[in-house]
């Protein structure tokens, strides 16, 4: 029993060619929605930059460092009149300035990550809606041709010997 009849396509905008390539109108859909998606993922990463600048939210918690701190008393002179001090080490940079700059670095980076994503996406969302122009010249491609036909072959067996 043969299989049944294949149905066709109703719609043959949307039908593959011989190379299974989609149809350009399926290229054109498939553009527009990259580009959508590249400039929307641009959009966003820097509207949760300038959110994170202006202090509206706060950047990813990556790092959750100690400061740093330097103790003056090993560096002062012994005297053996005075009793040792016990002071606590002068903090140079506090823990949560320390934090704070590096997660915001940390954020900044990644969203510049993503920036960098949307706009190869919408950049191949772009390349999809160019049309692509071949313009050839019709005397060059009759000089091509006959530069890549073979010679007139001669009979074989015998030489042509002038």
Known sequence: MPPPPRKPNPNPQQRKNNFGILSPVSEKISGYFLLVVGLAVISLASYNIYQVFTKKTSPFELFTLQGVSL????????????????????????????????????????????????????????????????????????????????????????????
Do not use: C, W
Request: aromatic content about 6%; charged content about 20%.
């Open 71 to 162: 103790d003056i008393a090993q560096y002062m002179p012994v005297d053996p009149l005075r009793p040792p001090s016990t002071t606590r080490p002068a903090e140079l940079f506090p823990a949560s300035d320390l934090n704070f700059i590096s997660n915001l670095t940390s954020h900044y980076l990644l969203m510049s990550f993503f920036i960098g994503v949307g706009a190869k996406v919408s950049s191949l969302g772009i390349s999809l809606l160019r049309p692509i122009e071949v313009k050839i010249d019709k005397s060059r491609v009759v000089e091509v041709i006959r530069a890549t036909e073979p010679k007139s072959a001669s009979a074989p067996g015998s030489s042509s010997k002038s």
